[in-house]
Nanobody, 127 residues
Framework: QVQLVESGGGLVQTGGSLRLSCAAS????????MGWFRQAPGKEREFVAF????????DHSDSVKGRFTISRDNDKNTMDLQMNNMKPEDSAVYYC????????????????????WGQGTQVTVSS
């Protein structure tokens, strides 16, 4: 079993930055492929970013590419999402997800690939 806890959400103005963190426990992080997803009210859960076990592969959705960066620290059992130049359309609940499955892009963009999820953290970007 894997427990995931997100932190770092909050309110930010357009053009501002936030850094989300996901703390994992229950398994060694290097055994897990991990991702960030988000869900806005009335919308489906949306892929944001993916990192493979040792970050040899990373992927970002087109909507955040060049603005968001996923990273991980396996020694600290954490994964981060640095969000820069934020826009109102980035407002959503952000979820950390993990899978022990062997997966890669583009399958890793599907939320069905992940067994474990955090509780989510709210991000709101004001215009």
């Amino acid at each position: 079993q894997v427990q995931l806890v997100e932190s770092g959400g909050g309110l930010v103005q357009t053009g501002g930055s936030l850094r989300l963190s996901c703390a994992a426990s229950g398994r060694t992080l290097s055994n897990l492929n991990m991702g960030w997803f988000r869900q806005a009210p009335g919308k489906e859960r949306e892929f944001v970013a993916f990192t493979s076990r040792f970050a040899e592969i990373t992927d970002h959705s087109d909507s955040v590419k060049g603005r968001f960066t996923i990273s991980r620290d396996n020694d600290k059992n954490t994964m981060d999402l640095q969000m820069n130049n934020m826009k109102p359309e980035d407002s959503a609940v952000y979820y950390c997800a993990a899978t022990i499955r062997t997966t890669t892009v583009p399958l890793a963009q599907r939320h069905t690939q992940y067994e474990w999820w955090g509780q989510g953290t709210q991000v709101t970007v004001s215009s």
